[in-house]
Structures are given as structure tokens and as C-alpha cells.
């Protein structure tokens, strides 16, 4: 990620673990929406909102980055006619936090997103071509990370959306993305909006596949989010007891509860500490 986007933008995109969708016809859910206390909100001008409502969407959304809103706006794909009037739209905003671009597959156009609004890119995978070149994506100039659209990926296979089915291309982008430097990516969106065991069942899932961050669709789903990303007690207090025996044992071997501490460990310890207060 070497492209122009502000510093704090790109830090606010890798660090998020919850991402809140708010339809961009909806004007009036955009300041609710921060109020739900995810991490990042993402005013979508693309599925949720009808062909006739485009224009006006995308006004709306204009309107409120130039006042006191931030937040990242999900444009139209790149086949859409919508595409371009978008960037045009969102370019130089200072309220634009990042670009979620849908259905990308071509490492050059999303570079070239994120250089003509100024703002880093979320690049969502959503087809077998996007997959195919999902390490180039994430390496791609501009691209601050990858999210993966597992409900038209299925569609694009011709296979169901369960686990089984998607775990290779959810284990390819958090290849990718560490191949390329970049935070885990983001996991799809949970349907069930009405059962949080089913919501925490997804989120175990893709944090124990590396995946680090999750799309969201109701305001409900952001307090299970951050406590699944949130480290348990019992990590927390294995982190400060591996960094505290590392302190003490002035640059000899390590062994904390019979394990030997090296490198790796020593890095997983500060990662914990570094996520216990968020």
C-alpha cells in the first residue's frame, strides 16, 4: 500500500475488525449506523440500492462525507454504468475513509481506484477471477485489503456458500494477503439476523482461519464481532506470562508452562496484548 491515501485512513482500514453496511439511500441511518460502534462504516451504492435511487444515493453520500461523516463507501463494479460518475463523485473527499470495490479481478484497476479518489481500497473477491488473482490484488498499489464476497463467489462456482466449499478460497485470501503484507482480510456477511449463535459459530470460523475482520449487515452484529476478535483471559494472561519469562531471562532459552518460547511466540504474546483493550 504505497499509493497517496492519507496514513490514518489506511491504519483505520487495516486495523478494523467490523465493517457496517448502511444503504446509501438511507441518508438518515448514516449517522445511526456510526453510532452502532463498529470499527468502519460502509455506505453501499451497490446492492442495496436500486438502479433508479443511484444517482440520488451517491448524492447523499457526497453530501455527508463533505459535512461531518467518514466512513468507506462500497461503489458500483466496474461493468456497472454507475462506476465512473462514483469515483468521480467520492474523489478528494475528506470524510472518504477507503473504496470498498466490488467483484475485483484485476490488480491495475483497482490500483488505479485508489490513485483517482485518494483513498486506499477494499478490495472485494467475489468471483473465480478475482481469486485467481488474489496475490497480485493484495499486492497491488493502493490496496489496503482484501474482503471476500463468499455469496456471489458461490453463485460464480455454481456451488453452495458452506464451509467446505469456501474454505480454499478463504485460506487463499489470508495467503495472499500475508504474502502481501496486508492485515487479514475481511469475512462475508452473516444472513441470519436473528440468531447470534450462528453469528458466532461464522466469526470462530474465519478467525481460526486467519481472517481477521467481518462484513456486517445489522447493527446487532457488531458487539459479537469485536468480543470474537477480542482476546480471551486466559490468552491474555498466557501473553503477559510468556513476555514477562522472556524479560527475565536475560536473552537465554525461554520454556513458559513446559513450551519453548522463540520468535513466533514471542510475536503472537505482543499481538495479543496489542488487541486486549480494543
Known sequence: MTSTAPDEHVAAVGSARSFLFVPGDRPERFDKAVAAGADLVIIDLEDAVGTEHKASARDAAVAWL????????????????????DLAALAGLAGL???????ASDPGAASAVAHQVGAPVVALVESAAGMLRAAEIAAADGVARLAFGHLDYAVDLGSDNGRTAMLHARSTLVLASRAAGLPGPVDGVTVALDDQ?????????????????????????????HTAYRPSPDEVAWAEKVLAAVADSSGGAVRVDGDMVDAPVIARAHDILRRKDR
Open 97 to 103: 475513509v477507503a473504496v470498498v470495490l466490488p467483484k
Open 197 to 225: 449463535g450462528v453469528l458466532a459459530d461464522d466469526l470462530a470460523h474465519a478467525a481460526g482461519l486467519g481472517l481477521t475482520g467481518k462484513l456486517l449487515i445489522h447493527p446487532r452484529q457488531v458487539e459479537a464481532t
Open 66 to 85: 463533505r459535512g461531518v461523516g467518514s466512513a468507506c463507501v462500497r461503489v458500483n463494479a466496474a461493468d456497472n454504468p454507475e462506476h465512473h460518475a
